[in-house]
């Protein structure tokens, strides 16, 4: 069996998620199964590990699962990472620009340059995708990942970018965010849940990472940024509006 935590896999998480993971682990243990001990590197073919057969626990975005993996994988639980102005669970993309520039509200980017992470992502495109297409008429720049749209905006390859407010979070506290600013929020929509194979009972995944949650000590879900995990029902993740502009 395999277990990744690869969305919010960022230098400053790597201890706390390897202890999230054995604490997991250890109530997996006493439930009679058994699990690995340590989570599996970042994997670099995501669809390929999520839909992997031996595929024990993993978390993805909401838009890969309604698009791809629906059917193919089990819905264990939702972190709920405490988004401020969010229902528990749920989460919302902030779009980012320069501290300098002179540009306050979103109408006023429509067409400039927008830097997103890529075209399958929720937060980094078909939120905004589907709330404000008109914005998004200008050039536009694929980078592979929320920091690289983060870096990409502060270093003037783009003006705009709508990043995960978990990732924001994240690069704020390590200093990667310095230099921009906040002008738009997205409306609040489910978070990036854990999923498991079908072969795996996820009542069991979900009371395990319960119980694990519980005995984190308070640093670590401060780093984490986990304040529990709740059960969000498939049908919120299918009805994600779909983009109404193409990243092309």
């Given amino acids: 069996m395999i277990a990744a935590l690869p969305m919010y896999a960022f230098p400053r998480t790597a201890a706390a998620d390897a202890r999230f993971w054995s ?22 073919d995501l669809m390929a590990h999520w839909t992997d057969p031996e595929l024990l626990l993993s978390q993805t975005c ?39 520039d002179r540009r306050e509200r979103l109408d006023d980017f429509a067409g400039a340059r927008f830097a997103y992470n890529e075209a399958g992502s ?3 495109w ?23 749209s983060t870096l990409a905006v502060r270093g003037g390859r783009a003006d705009f970018a709508s990043i995960d407010a978990v990732t924001l979070r994240h690069l704020t506290s390590a200093s990667e965010a310095t230099g921009l600013k ?3 929020g997205t409306e609040p929509r489910p978070g990036l849940p854990f999923i498991t194979s079908t072969r795996n ?16 000590s308070a640093a670590d879900r ?16 299918l009805a994600l509006p779909d983009p109404k502009v193409s990243a092309a």
Avoid: M, W
């Fill in 122 to 124: 929720q937060s980094g």
């Fill in 201 to 216: 009972d996820p009542d069991q995944l979900f009371n395990a990472v319960a119980s694990a949650l519980a005995s984190l």
């Fill in 62 to 100: 909401g838009r890969p699962y309604k698009d791809h993996l629906r059917g193919k994988v089990y819905l264990v639980g939702t972190p709920d990472y405490g988004v401020k102005g969010c229902p528990a669970g749920h989460y919302r993309s902030l779009v980012v620009a320069r501290n300098d």
């Fill in 222 to 237: 401060d780093v984490l940024g986990i304040n529990g995990i709740v059960r969000i029902p498939a049908e919120a993740y």
């Fill in 23 to 44: 604490a997991i682990a250890d109530a997996l243990r006493a439930l009679g199964l058994q699990p690995p001990d340590r989570l599996t590197l970042a994997p670099t």
């Fill in 126 to 148: 078909a939120a905004l995708a589907a709330e404000a297409p008109d914005v998004l008429r200008g050039p536009k720049l694929a980078t592979g990942s929320h920091r690289n």
């Fill in 182 to 184: 906040i002008v738009h």
